[in-house]
């Protein structure tokens, strides 16, 4: 007979688990070293189950919509982390959901900024640790600040609005137990910290970034305690997060990866963009997807964009407090405190004195009828603020500063001739920004021909890359060693993965240089200018296509392609130009130096092919990264039909290839559209042609399902290259 225990006395590797989800029910049974199942005597044992309502709570996930009945079981995503060592460096760690549940250590700091996603993190946890048999208790201490003292009521109250079960029993129990302090704050005594010791294994304490800064970081009472920080999403946890969007909408996982998928990924990336102007939490991936899933404007001068910086900042100030007939007041504030900021700051700086910013505050009062005091202080509150107050003022995120900047503008119509002093300093990270934001809310035709005559005056002296044959014969030589199959042999989720991953590797590995810097160049200050030209041009693009006459979006679109291509020209020529052959050499010399290879110094000849094939293989990534980079910079499916025509009036390779793409991304291809380009480039022996048209196909067929087996099949045959289907590789 089994001998009667409570449940937590049994070895967990006898206890079976079933259910759907930790909300369910649990059927549980103990196994003896025999076939033979029994159930427990549940009148002889302890039995702490959570809340079912307190479970509901827990699972909601509210956005700025609810198109979708959203949860955490379906969307969360494990955010990556960084320990902070005792030294204060920081390493960035990969998450693993396990990390909080290591008992080595008895308490640990979890720092985080507004809208990481912090409450889904411990709730998590709390849903984690119950199915491994842990007990996880939480404590908001913002609804209990009142009972100071009271340390027994306060883990009591926390418990019975969590559990059903005996509050005595609970902790007496020998179970592993953790502690969530969510809003944890120095004003907490430190007894209450060693008082919850006693009765749990772990205590994890979440704490606002500054607030550690300021009062726990120098804290000896502190110091044994690990450290971790929330990280920003990378485009890995982004991807993963889009999927689990995607996911509710589709049975089957593999048939999520499609052009929409894409369209939505990069809208993302545009909102977001490569600084991180909008923070990149999953509130803001989730709103973003949201908003351009509710939202179409019905202003033709305001675009979509526009409705989603819009929705955001509104939800920032909602999740504030701020009554909704309020909020036009705080717009109107935030927007003269915005230019107010812009126009005191000749160098494009975004931050200002106090003293300056009570002076404007001053002024508003004057003009406009004072700002409630109850507002202000909302968007001036030091752990949530829209407007961040300490030794100088500026707005806490960049994309709500931008977002005012250029609604000022838009509204009033350039009065101070902004726009010129913005185009002539556009190489500046804060100019290029304000004009893309400005793009959002004007039609204003000046601005456009003012970014149009930069762009086409731009690297003007270089000519337009056709990547003929005789442009790219100097890459045959690699083009015969690199293998003809790049198809990889995983499922189309695992190759965007990495491919992501890819991308996460090499955006830590680019360092953004600062505007001072750009200045100390003026080759590197044209070549940053024209960047941002073709980032503002791909805005206009991107979202006025559908105001703009026909011929305007198509002389635009050539544009922004030839500025590219003429980029490609003056990147090709430094790359195979002596000097840069000559600067190869020299670190080649220093590194045989350093690592004193002696016998294994390299022959002239050895270095000189070496070189060579260096030179050419960062070519052929130069010409696919730019050709990339101009599909992505017009990624919109209303430029197919133009596309098309510019490509016909300009028979090359390099047009020819971006059509390709246009063509994959947002219609169909076909085999015989294939073997068209096939047959013209070997007939004229373009080989690095012949070989990128295949290289293209394979890249989309490696993280797409939605061309069908049979087309696979005659491409694969066409252009020589190995394929097994994803969907079979993944099953």
């Known amino acids: 007979m089994f001998e009667k225990k409570k449940i937590v006395d049994w070895n967990s590797t006898n206890v079976e688990w079933s259910s759907n989800s930790v909300w369910n029910t649990y059927n549980i049974s103990i196994y003896a070293n025999t076939s033979e199942t029994k159930k427990i005597d549940w009148a002889n044992t302890i039995w702490i189950q959570p809340k079912q309502e307190y479970i509901d709570i827990i699972n909601k996930v509210n956005f700025v919509s609810t198109i979708k009945e959203l949860t955490l079981e379906k969307t969360f995503v494990y955010p990556n982390f960084s320990f902070i060592s005792k030294d204060w460096k920081e390493e960035d760690i990969d998450w693993n959901k396990d990390i909080f549940l290591d ?16 409450t889904s993190i411990w709730r998590k946890i709390f849903i984690d640790s119950f199915q491994k048999n842990i007990y996880t208790l939480i404590i908001d201490w913002d609804t209990i600040s009142n009972w100071t003292n009271k340390y027994e009521k306060i883990l009591k109250k926390s418990f019975e609005e969590q559990y059903n079960s005996d509050y005595d029993s609970f902790i007496s129990n020998d179970n592993k137990k953790i502690l969530i302090i969510d809003n944890y704050h120095h004003k907490i005594s430190n007894s209450f910290l060693e008082y919850s010791k006693q009765f749990f294994s772990k205590v994890i304490l979440l704490v606002l970034d500054e607030e550690y800064m300021l009062y726990f970081r120098d804290n000896k009472n502190f110091a044994d305690i690990d450290v971790y920080s929330i990280k920003f999403f990378n485009y890995t946890k ?64 305001i675009t979509s964009y526009w409705h989603c910086y819009n929705a955001l900042i509104t939800s920032q100030l909602i999740k504030k407090w701020i009554n909704p007939t309020e909020i036009q007041d705080c717009y109107n504030y935030l927007t003269f405190l915005a230019y107010k900021i812009f126009a005191l700051n000749k160098t494009w700086s975004e931050n200002i004195t106090l003293e300056q910013y009570n002076q404007i505050k001053a002024d508003y009062w004057i003009k406009y009828i004072p700002l409630n005091s109850s507002i202000l202080s909302r968007l001036e509150n030091k752990e949530y603020p829209i407007i961040k107050i300490s030794e100088n003022v500026k707005f806490e995120f960049q994309y709500i500063y931008y977002y005012f900047v250029w609604k000022y503008l838009a509204d009033k119509k350039d009065e101070n001739n902004d726009i010129e002093k913005l185009c002539l300093s556009i190489y500046k990270k804060s100019s290029s920004h304000i004009l893309v934001f400005t793009i959002h809310h004007t039609d204003d035709s000046n601005l456009l021909d003012e970014i149009q005559m930069h762009c086409m005056v731009s690297f003007e002296n270089h000519s337009i890359s056709k990547l003929s044959t005789e442009e790219t014969n100097f890459m045959t030589d690699i083009i015969r060693e690199l293998p003809t199959t790049i198809i990889e042999k995983k499922s189309t989720w695992e190759n965007r993965i990495n491919e992501r991953k890819l991308k996460d590797e090499q955006e830590k590995n680019i360092k953004e240089l600062d505007d001072e810097e750009i200045e100390k160049s003026d080759e590197l200050m044209e070549l940053n200018k024209s960047f941002k030209i073709i980032e503002v041009l791909w805005q206009i693009l991107k979202n006025r296509a559908g105001s703009l006459e026909k011929e305007k979006v198509k002389e635009l679109l050539l544009e922004v392609e030839n500025l590219w291509l003429r980029l490609m020209t003056f990147l090709l020529w430094t790359i195979k130009s002596q000097e840069f052959f000559d600067s190869i050499e020299r670190k080649i010399d220093i590194i045989e130096k350093e690592k004193e290879l002696k016998n294994k110094y390299l022959s002239s000849d050895e270095k000189r092919k070496n070189i060579e094939k260096f030179v050419q293989i960062m070519a052929m990534w130069t010409i696919h990264w730019i050709l990339f980079k101009i599909f992505q910079s017009v990624w919109i499916d209303k430029l197919l039909l133009l596309q098309k025509d510019i490509t016909k009036n300009n028979p090359y390779a390099s047009y020819e290839l971006l059509n390709l793409l246009f063509n994959i ?14 047959k013209k480039y070997s007939d004229e022996k373009n080989t690095w042609a012949i070989r990128s048209l295949s290289y293209f196909i394979q890249f989309y067929l490696n993280t797409h399902n939605d061309i069908d087996f049979r087309l696979r099949q005659q491409l694969s045959k066409l252009l020589w290259f190995d394929y097994t289907p994803n969907k079979l590789l993944a099953n």
């Open 103 to 118: 008992f080595t250590n008895k308490v640990s700091f979890i720092k985080w900024i507004e809208l990481s996603w912090k």
């Open 238 to 301: 982004q991807h993963n997060l889009i999927s689990n969007w995607f996911k509710t909408d589709y049975w089957d996982e593999e048939e999520i990866y499609n052009k929409d998928f894409d369209i939505i990924e990069n809208k993302i990336d545009d909102i977001i963009t490569k600084n991180h102007i909008v923070p990149k939490t999953p509130f803001y991936i989730l709103s973003i997807i949201q908003t351009f899933e509710n939202l179409s404007p019905t202003n033709l001068q």
């Open 665 to 678: 991304n947002f219609w169909k291809i076909t085999i015989e559209d294939v073997k068209d380009l096939h």
